[in-house]
């Protein structure tokens, strides 16, 4: 692993969503944004992005968003969690502590240029 190698965004998402995080991921790294994706690195980036959608949280989903909650309050938020929704999601899913966060919303669509300049 690269120590030197930095991301902007950790995107954390069930597998079943895949390929919508995989067209946001692609459309962040058109915009400038280093962002982590598990098939295309191993090396955590400076915050988590969250992927809510139709499908519920999978295992490693939640061990993921506990540790980046857990960093984030460690940090003082140095370390920023997003939570993202994706379409088909519902928004009661953002709870606890999830849901003080600032969130983007992509139920309109994963095109939606307003939502992609939030992350």
Not at 29 to 37: D, I, M, N, V
Not at 50 to 64: A, H
Request: glycine share 6%; with cysteine; net charge negative.
């Amino acid at each position: 692993m690269n120590d030197e190698l930095k991301y902007d965004v950790f995107l954390s998402h069930n597998s079943a969503d895949k390929p919508a995080v995989l067209q946001i991921g692609s459309a962040l790294q058109k915009a400038g944004l280093r962002s982590f994706l598990d098939i295309w690195h191993l090396q955590r980036g400076m915050c988590c992005a969250v992927f809510l959608g139709p499908s519920p949280d999978g295992p490693w989903q939640n061990e993921e968003l506990h540790y980046a909650l857990n960093r984030a309050a460690r940090t003082r938020d140095d370390y920023r969690v997003i939570p993202v929704l994706l379409p088909g999601s519902d928004p009661a899913r953002m709870d606890g502590f999830l849901a003080l966060r600032t969130w983007v919303d992509f139920r309109h669509g994963l095109d939606d240029q307003a939502a992609l300049t939030t992350i």
